[in-house]
C-alpha cells in the first residue's frame, strides 16, 4: 500500500522528469529511494488535458525501482505516445497526471474472478497482447464482458477474441495515485 507521501512523491517525480525533459535537461531521481519506492515494479503514467487522454504509456513488469520507472514512462508518455503529438509546454501547464503502480499480474480461469473497478486486464493470444488499466472500465461504465471485448480490440483482435480457448487473461489491479484536473 502506498503512503499519501509516496503517492504526492510519485506525482512529483513523475512531473519533474516531465519538465526537465521539456527544458532539455536530465532528470536525477531522488537518491536513495526507500520502502515501496525502491521496489520494482511496474507502472503506468497517464496524461490528461481537460479530462481527455493526452498519454498513456507503462511497463506491466520492471527490475528497476519504481522511483526510475515512473520518471521513464512520464516522459515516454508525454513525448512518445505513438497516438499523440509531442506534448508542449503550454499543454503541460494545464496536464493532470495520474501514476497507476500495479500489482503482479495472475492468470484466471472463469471471467467471474474479475470485479470491474478493482482489476485491470491484460489478454493474450498468439503475438497479441492488450491491457486496460482498472479505471478505464470505470471510465467508461463497462461491465466485465465489455472490458473483456475492449481489452481484445486494445490487443488488435476482434472483439470476441477473449472467449478463444488459447487466449489466455491475466488481472491485476492498481494502486492510484492522481493530480486535481486542471482549470483552463
Not at 511496474?42 to 520492471?62: K, N, P, W
Not at 497516438?83 to 503541460?92: I, K, V
Request: proline share 7%; glycine share 6%.
Amino acid at each position: 500500500m502506498l503512503t499519501p507521501e509516496e503517492r504526492r512523491e510519485l506525482l512529483r517525480i513523475a512531473r519533474e522528469a516531465i519538465h526537465c525533459s521539456l527544458e532539455g535537461r536530465e532528470f536525477k531521481t531522488p537518491a536513495p529511494a526507500q520502502g515501496v519506492l525502491a521496489q520494482p515494479c511496474g507502472a503506468f503514467v497517464t496524461i490528461r488535458i481537460d479530462h481527455d487522454l493526452r498519454g498513456c504509456i507503462g511497463y506491466i513488469e520492471s527490475t528497476a525501482p519504481l522511483v526510475d520507472v515512473v520518471a521513464e514512462v512520464a516522459t515516454k508518455a508525454a513525448f512518445e505516445d505513438p497516438r499523440f503529438p509531442p506534448l508542449t509546454s503550454a499543454e503541460f501547464s494545464r496536464a493532470a497526471l495520474e501514476v497507476s503502480v500495479l500489482s503482479p499480474l495472475r492468470v484466471i480461469s472463469d471471467i467471474e474472478e474479475i470485479r470491474v473497478g478493482e482489476h485491470g486486464l491484460l489478454l493474450e493470444l498468439g503475438h497479441r497482447r492488450g491491457l486496460l488499466l482498472p479505471q478505464v472500465a470505470v471510465e467508461y461504465g463497462w461491465g466485465s464482458e465489455e472490458f473483456l471485448e475492449n481489452v481484445s480490440r486494445k490487443a488488435g483482435l476482434p472483439r470476441e477474441a477473449w472467449r478463444d480457448p488459447k487466449a489466455t487473461i491475466y488481472i491485476f489491479s492498481a494502486e492510484i495515485a492522481e493530480e486535481e484536473a486542471k482549470v483552463p
